[in-house]
């Protein structure tokens, strides 16, 4: 047992929230080390305790010759809830006066990565400390909220800190013992989409290079990594295949070929975000260039935040124009996604802009009028029109409708000015058609 059990249920008494013990050391206690450490950092190892805790502790020694952001992962014993209070406890002894960081990560329905920091005074004695994660440090979120699988203990950082920029390293040796924080029940029930996402315009062949979508043939066959902290899987969603990503910082994908995409002007995406929306949201697409076929020689870095709520638990388009070398692609990634954690992905294609296929519509008795139009736009055909898309020239549906008739009439008094083309069905057959909105 440990001696510091009647301070522990003080502190917790004073937290409000009951504190369960997710890692400890001792023998038949649960949780404990997740592989490797990292950033150059000795394997911590349990030892003895000595003061008011004698029994099982895990000793860290931080090394001052390697990488300012090393540490270690853990896997906690019990999935920890972190939604109604992000504060934990650990008991912490050290003969001087320190400040590391923690993280909690591994979170369930896309919970965003979260950081905190923990100082001990240095007084040589075994203290319990409570921690919140309720800003953002090392980019992580700026606040945990949700369930989290896992917990990071860094060995250096500084009072008030950000960054590890702003953190310098010493000498030091500290022990840590009952990693506590409320445990989770239930866990809840995945957030995923329930409709499929738009259905992209046709492109002649060599208009298009798909990287990940149903409506085109694949350029290249992507597979996951060992490189980043993401993995996706395909999975169906209203009879449409989606890939499916978690994780915490960055998605790397590989081709299993180099794809020459220089006469490519945009990139297309549509992704569905699991989590709400919080500060520093981003989902950020790169590019990776290799022009000699042997590693990374550019990148086309592409910024996309996330700046509001409306922008996610819904499917977004996005068309981005491309800049930059890129007639060697070998990878796809998203970058610096750690607040988002749970996400869906579809529709990844190069594209020529405007370059969106016009069908001859004559077999199908398809006619649309008045062309150009002003308010509204009329169309029939021979046969039933099941439904109809309107994509502008970036690709992007701007409206659809549900039709269920051999015509119907349409609002298009709201959309700018420019070129248009309209996707439709009719019996067993899609149709395309441009019109010219004035």
């Known amino acids: 047992m440990k001696k510091i059990t009647l301070l522990l249920a003080l502190l917790i008494s004073s937290v409000g929230f009951s504190q ?34 004698t029994s099982q502790v895990l000793q860290v020694v931080g090394n001052s010759a390697t990488e300012v952001w090393q540490g270690t992962n853990f896997t906690l014993s019990q999935i920890v809830d972190l939604t109604n209070t992000q504060t934990m406890t650990i008991d912490v002894k ?12 591994g979170g369930l329905n896309g919970a965003p990565e979260a950081a905190a920091e923990v100082t001990h005074n ?24 949700g369930q989290y699988n896992n917990f990071v203990l860094h060995a250096y950082w500084a009072v ?8 310098t390293k010493d000498e030091r040796t500290f022990y840590i013992d009952n990693v ?19 259905t992209p ?18 350029a290249a066959v992507i597979s996951n990594v060992d490189w980043d902290d993401s993995v996706f899987e395909e999975i169906t969603i209203a009879g449409n295949k989606v890939l499916k990503v978690t994780g915490a910082n960055f998605l790397g994908m590989v081709l299993d070929n180099y794809i020459d995409a220089s006469s490519m002007t945009h990139l297309h995406m549509d992704y569905w975000l699991a989590i709400d929306n919080v500060a520093g949201q981003v989902l950020n697409p790169k590019l990776s260039n290799h022009a000699a076929q042997a590693g990374e020689t550019s990148a086309i870095d592409i910024s996309n935040p996330i700046n509001s709520q409306g922008e996610v638990k819904n499917w977004q388009s996005k068309e981005f124009a491309l800049n930059g070398d890129r007639g060697s692609i070998k990878e796809f990634l998203i970058t610096q996604a750690g607040r988002t954690g749970l996400y869906y992905l579809d529709n990844v294609y190069l594209y020529v802009t405007g370059t969106a296929s016009v069908q001859n519509n004559k077999l199908l008795g398809f006619s649309m009028y008045p062309n150009p139009a002003i308010n509204s736009l009329n169309f029939s055909a021979k046969e ?32 700018s000015s420019g070129i248009y083309l309209v996707k439709y069905n009719v019996g067993n057959t899609t149709g395309t ?3 010219i909105k004035q």
């Open 180 to 198: 506590s924080g409320p445990k989770a029940g239930a866990p809840p029930a995945e957030v995923a989409p329930t409709d499929a996402p738009p």
């Open 384 to 415: 039933t029109i099941q439904n109809a898309d309107v994509f502008n020239v970036l690709g992007k549906k701007v409206m659809s409708v549900n039709v269920n008739d051999t015509k119907a009439s349409i609002d298009v008094s709201n959309l």
């Open 201 to 218: 315009p046709s492109f002649d062949a060599q208009n298009v290079i798909s990287l990940y979508s149903e409506a085109y043939t694949s």
């Open 20 to 53: 369960d013990l997710l890692i400890g050391f001792e023998t038949g206690e649960s949780g404990g080390l997740l592989g490797d450490p990292f950033g150059g950092m000795a394997k911590p190892t349990i030892v003895t305790g000595t003061g008011s805790n």
């Open 433 to 435: 058609a441009k019109f």
């Open 160 to 167: 008030g800190a950000t960054l590890f920029d702003d953190v």
């Open 122 to 145: 240095g007084d040589g004695t075994w203290q319990t400390l409570s921690f919140t994660f309720n800003s953002a440090k090392d980019n992580k979120a700026a606040a945990a909220n």
């Open 94 to 105: 050290s003969s001087t006066a320190i400040t590391f960081l923690v993280k909690v990560n």
